[in-house]
Structure formats: structure tokens, C-alpha cells
């Protein structure tokens, strides 16, 4: 039994206008190597990949991308490589991942995705459930990795590392310069291998293989097409804005996933768009090198420009006094956008301050040149709009980025459903929502209140899973999401929680862990939560610190701090000593951020007892998915006797 959502684009009268008018010249059925053909024949000088590292600025055009792809796939054919195998990418998000996975592709091969941090045990069942012949790499680790499970694995027949090789003597290694080279030779000799393998690829054929990063269980490898890639790109581009020229895309988020491998790779392919590559690492000051007009992103990276935007414009008593009034006539000025059901138009023809009059447009305008602009300045200056998704972005959070000028349009979707399903309209934006459906797209509601989907930007299968494959559907080939969803006006939707997230009390309350959770975002002291309680009496939770922000308020106080008994990475507390975890100052801002966090829950969905971590979850100590979402059985196992003594 299931409520059909009767989502039609049409309720959206300004969509259908824009699109009249739109030039969306780029919206096209190809394959990959078509489109990447395409490009190099209409934008042969333009640059398709900027990038800078320790020794300088680099830029590729379109031409020299293809020049590269068409070695890359040479080589490839030299080496035995046939039309349908597999080829995986195991590195960190850079021009090399993105010119790796074009050239398996333009050999007719399928790219396997493999995030850079995984054990040596999740890439040995990666590489021989895909079968894959050849790893590129960029880590002298995931090379050691390789080594040790090599003879596990008989279809694995070369690594192509990115970096200098130290030593070349072993044939099983090769440096991606002189495979390149070597690629280039074969080309110019036989130039007919690589058209007739590139001009082979059909719609149908498989196209990647993304392994979903295991939230729950083991991954699954999830296979799409070049046809369901098409139908993902295009759908996107008919529910953005028109691209330009001059767009620049910001690219930081892991290529091994589809939001930024789709959204991100693949729209600004289509537009003819240039790429730039950044990290999390180097964002802020990339924000300003590269000047972006579109990225993609998570609601964690949103939190952490957020905080460090306050923390900016933050200090002296005018500093603290301009922040203060700043944000209550940001706040003010949002409220006075949204229309009675809390839609607010962030299209670029529009601006906040059209809906203000009044004192209240005077002091925005004082606001806007004290705070706002110096936000969108932190943020390049030239951004047209941005995108979140991989997590539910807090109502407040979207509201405070949206009154400042900063336009982010959240979406919903998953690996399977090659990322939007669902979207917010430039014109019409509900925050705390993720849109309604996209065009193309169909919805409904099961009866326990999970969101189904259908389209032809779904999943082919699970790699070697049928029966998984077979579950994943509704008789009527509908995908399950997993998702719980609440439909708002106009057909919107809300993300209640994922249904594996739902907390049943011994009660028979339910509570949704996400709501919990999701509140903490923007406590200042708190850099996490995770919230337990099924078959119990009332909700517990596991609380990280944001050891750094503790660290500098306690000196702010001139509380002594041993900065030396405290583990950093990349220049951020990840551990700190078990005294400091005693300190009553220490627990007193603890206690204070999860105090606000309860007084908007009710009564029994508040947080009656927690642990406090000593250690921030990462992806590398396995609490947190690449994508930077919390992997909750994780945290349970680790935390399983303290989180019971809690309820003893």
C-alpha cells in the first residue's frame, strides 16, 4: 500500500518560464567519450582543469585533456585491457583521478571507484569482487596496501602511481608520466585502436561501479550505465540555472562519489565549464585563488565556513557587537523574504533587500557592507550558487547563508539514484527541505513513510548481487531509498531520518536520531552527536568536542593549556589527554551546548545521559563516512559497554 506524491513540475509556474528563455544548448544524449570528443572540437583553448600545488599554477584545456585521455586509453589497450573490464581509482579528489577515469572509460572499461582511506581488507574485497586489472593510486601506503594483497588477486595486473616513483625497477608499478608516454607512442602508431574502442561505447554499456561507503554492513558495488549517467546530467541541467562561459566549478569533495563525480564532473563537462581542484584542507584560501561561481558540498563543510565566518568576524566588543546585530537582521531580513508557507525566491535576478523597507532595509544595507559581503567575499567573491546534499543541512544554517546573499539550493539522492531526486527551486526555496521531485523523476510514500523513487537515472544493479539487486525494488520498480519523508506544502520534502535511524523507545515513542543530531550543528563546542536509545527508556548519546574552538576559549580565559599533550592533524585536535577530559570548564561548555540542544526537543526525545569522546571521529579511524556522514554501528560497537553502563 503506498501515497503516490503528485509531484508535477508545472505547480512551479517560474521554472517553466526560465526554461523558455533558457539557452541550455548543452543539454545532449551522449556517452562519455562523445561528450569528452565533443568538448575538445568547441573549446579547444579553453581550460578544462585548473589547479595549483607547492610548485606553482597549472591549467589544461580541453585539447590537452583529450590528448591526455587518449594516451591514458592507449596504454590501456596496450596493455590487454578490453572493452568491459574494469579499472580502478583509489586516490585523493585532483586532475589525475579525473583523467584516469575518462581515459577507462574512452577504452570502453568500467571505473571503479575506491575511496582513498579504506583498510587493506575493504580494498582487497573491492578489487576482487569488480575484478579490476588495473589500480591508479596516489599514496605510497595504498601502494603497500596493493602489495600485500597482491596474490589474492589474479585479475590485478598493474598499479599506475601519480606521484615520482622512487624506485622503477618493479614492472608491476608504473609512474602515470611514463605511462602517459608510453600511451602517447602506441597512439601515434595506431591511432584507429583508441577511435574505434571510444566509438564503441554505447549508451547501454556499463559505465562505473561505485561502492557505497558501508554505513551499515558490507559495501555494495553499484553499477550505472552511460544511459543513467545521460539521464542524471540532463536532469540536473534542466533544473539549474543556465551555465556560462565563465563558470568556474570548485571541486574538493571525493571524486569516488557520485554527488561530486555527477554534479559536480559531469555538469561542468556538459556546460564546457572549467574545473578547479581543492581540498577541505585548503578551501578557504582556495575560495579566494580560484574565485568559484558553483561547488558542491556537505552541510558539514557549510557548519565549519559558518563557525569560522563568526569566528572572523568576532573579538573586540565592536567586532562581537556588529556580528550580534548582524545576524538578528540577517534573521529578520529571511523572515520578511519567506511567503506565508516559508518559500523565499534566491534566483539571480533577485535580491533580499526587494522585500525589506523601512529601518529594517537600512540597517541590512549598514549590514550588508560591515558582515554579508565580507561572508561572500571569505567565499571568492564571484559565487553564483551552490549546492548541499549527503545530509540534511539545518534550517538555520541554509536561512543564515541564504540572508547574506549566498544562494544554496539543497537536493536529496543517493549513489543508486545517481544523486537528485529531489531539489529546491532557485525561486522558490523551503529551508530545512530538500525540493520537491526533479523532472523525469518519480515518488511515493510506503505505508511505514519511506520515499520511493523511480527514473531513468536509476542503478542498473549490484555488482554480482542479484538478490540484493532484486530487494532493492518495489514489484513496480520503485527503489527503496531507505529514507523516511515528510511531504510539505507544494509537494516538498523533509528527511525525517534514515529508517534504520529510527529510535523506538521501550516506550514505543519514536524519535528520529537525525532531528537530534542535526541540532547540534551549530553548537560551538560540539563537533558531533550521535543518538542511541531503541528498546530503552529514554535517548542517550555519544558527544564529540570541537577540541580546537575549547582549547581557544579556555585560553581566552587564561586557563593554562598543555597544547603538547594533544594530538593534532592538519592542524586540528583529534585527541586529547584523559585529564583534560576531567576539567569542570571543559565539561561545563559541554554541558551548556547539549542543555540548548534538549530545550528544542521535547520531553522525550532529549538527551538524559551521554559520553563524551576523547577522540574527534574521522574517516580514517572508521566513525565517518568520506562523505563525512556518521557511521552510527561504528559507534555503537565502540562505544557498546559505555553507552550501557549509561542505562545500568
Known amino acids: 500500500m503506498f501515497l503516490l506524491i503528485n509531484v508535477k513540475i508545472q505547480q512551479l509556474e517560474p521554472l517553466g518560464d526560465f526554461m523558455e528563455k533558457a539557452d541550455k544548448w548543452y543539454i545532449d544524449t551522449l556517452t562519455y567519450p562523445q561528450l569528452l570528443k565533443r568538448n575538445a572540437k568547441m573549446f579547444p583553448q579553453k581550460t ?14 580541453f585539447s590537452e585533456l583529450m590528448e591526455n585521455i587518449k594516451s591514458i586509453s592507449s596504454c590501456l589497450i596496450e596493455h590487454g585491457f578490453e572493452k568491459g573490464d574494469r579499472a580502478a581509482v583509489m586516490a585523493k579528489t585532483s ?224 567586532k ?90 539543497e537536493g536529496y539522492g543517493s549513489t543508486e539514484t545517481m544523486n537528485t531526486v529531489n531539489l529546491n527551486r532557485p525561486e522558490k526555496i523551503l529551508p530545512g527541505s530538500v525540493g520537491p521531485l526533479c523532472e523525469g523523476v518519480e515518488g511515493k510514500i510506503s505505508e511505514d513513510g519511506e520515499w520511493l523513487v523511480k527514473g531513468n537515472n536509476l542503478f542498473k544493479e549490484y555488482w554480482n548481487k542479484p538478490e540484493l539487486t532484486k530487494e532493492a525494488f518495489t514489484k513496480d520498480g520503485f527503489y527503496k531509498t531507505g529514507d523516511i519523508v515528510e511531504v510539505l506544502k507544494d509537494g516538498y520534502i523533509r528527511i525525517k531520518d534514515r529508517k534504520k535511524g529510527l529510535i523506538v523507545l521501550d516506550t514505543g515513542k519514536n524519535i528520529y536520531s537525525a532531528k537530534i543530531e542535526s541540532l547540534f550543528a551549530l553548537r560551538r563546542y560540539i563537533d558531533t552527536a550521535a543518538a542511541f536509545g531503541t528498546d530503552k527508556k529514554f535517548v542517550t548519546a555519544v558527544i564529540v568536542p570541537d577540541f580546537d574552538a575549547i582549547i581557544k576559549k579556555m585560553k581566552s580565559k587564561k586557563i593554562d593549556i598543555k597544547e603538547e599533550d594533544f594530538v593534532f592533524e592538519d592542524e586540528i585536535c583529534i585527541e586529547a589527554p584523559s585529564y583534560f577530559m576531567e576539567d569542570s570548564y571543559f565539561k561545563r561548555l559541554i554541558e551548556k551546548d547539549v542543555h540548548k540542544v534538549n530545550a528544542r526537543l521535547e520531553h522525550y526525545e532529549q538527551i538524559k545521559k551521554y559520553i563524551v569522546s576523547n577522540k574527534r571521529f574521522t574517516e580514517k579511524t572508521g566513525e565517518l563516512t568520506p562523505t563525512l ?20
Open 320 to 409: 562581537n557587537y556588529i556580528l550580534s546585530k548582524g545576524i538578528d537582521t540577517a534573521v529578520k531580513a529571511i523572515e520578511k523574504s519567506a511567503d506565508e508557507y516559508g518559500f523565499i525566491n534566491m534566483s539571480e535576478d533577485s535580491h533580499i533587500m526587494e522585500n525589506l523597507s523601512g529601518s529594517l532595509k537600512i540597517k541590512y544595507k549598514i549590514f550588508d557592507k560591515l558582515l554579508y559581503s565580507k561572508v561572500r567575499k571569505l567565499m571568492g567573491g564571484r559565487l553564483r550558487f551552490a549546492f548541499s546534499a549527503s545530509g540534511s543541512l539545518s534550517k538555520e544554517l541554509c536561512e543564515a547563508f541564504l540572508s547574506m546573499g549566498i544562494r544554496i539550493y
Open 95 to 318: 586532475p589525475n583521478w579525473a583523467l584516469s577515469d575518462y581515459g577507462i572509460m574512452s577504452a570502453g572499461g568500467v571505473s571503479v571507484s575506491v575511496y582513498p582511506g579504506l583498510s587493506k581488507s575493504e580494498l582487497l574485497y573491492i578489487l576482487e569482487d569488480s575484478g579490476s586489472k588495473i589500480i591508479f593510486t596516489d599514496d605510497y601506503s595504498n601502494i603497500e596496501k596493493i602489495k600485500n594483497i597482491k596474490e589474492n588477486l589474479i585479475n590485478l595486473k598493474k598499479v599506475i602511481f601519480f606521484g615520482d616513483l622512487k624506485d622503477k625497477s618493479d614492472p608491476f608499478i608504473e609512474n602515470f608520466d611514463d605511462f602517459i608516454k608510453n600511451g602517447k607512442k602506441f597512439y601515434e602508431k595506431n591511432p584507429e585502436e583508441f577511435e574505434k574502442r571510444s566509438d564503441s561505447v554505447t549508451l547501454n554499456d556499463n559505465m562505473m561501479i561505485v561502492y557505497t561507503s558501508g554505513t551499515t554492513g558490507q559495501p555494495k558495488g553499484v553499477v550505472h550505465t552511460h544511459f543513467s549517467f545521460n539521464a542524471a546530467c540532463k536532469r540536473d541541467l534542466s533544473m539549474i540555472p543556465v551555465l556560462k562561459e565563465d563558470d568556474v566549478f570548485l571541486s574538493f569533495l571525493p571524486l569516488a562519489h557520485t554527488y561530486e563525480k555527477e554534479c559536480g564532473h559531469g555538469i561542468a563537462m556538459y556546460g564546457g565549464c572549467t574545473i578547479a581542484y581543492s581540498s577541505p584542507k585548503t578551501l578557504v584560501e582556495d575560495f579566494s585563488f580560484f574565485s568559484p561561481t558553483i561547488f558542491m558540498s556537505v552541510p558539514r563543510i557549510y557548519e565549519r565556513i559558518y563557525i569560522q565566518m563568526k569566528e572572523k568576524s568576532s573579538g573586540s566588543k565592536i
Open 629 to 648: 556522514k556518521i557511521k552510527k554501528n561504528i559507534v555503537f560497537e565502540k562505544f557498546k559497554n559505555k553507552i550501557e553502563v549509561l542505562y545500568s
Open 48 to 61: 578544462a582543469q585548473w589547479w595549483k600545488d607547492e610548485k606553482g599554477e597549472y591549467k589544461l584545456s
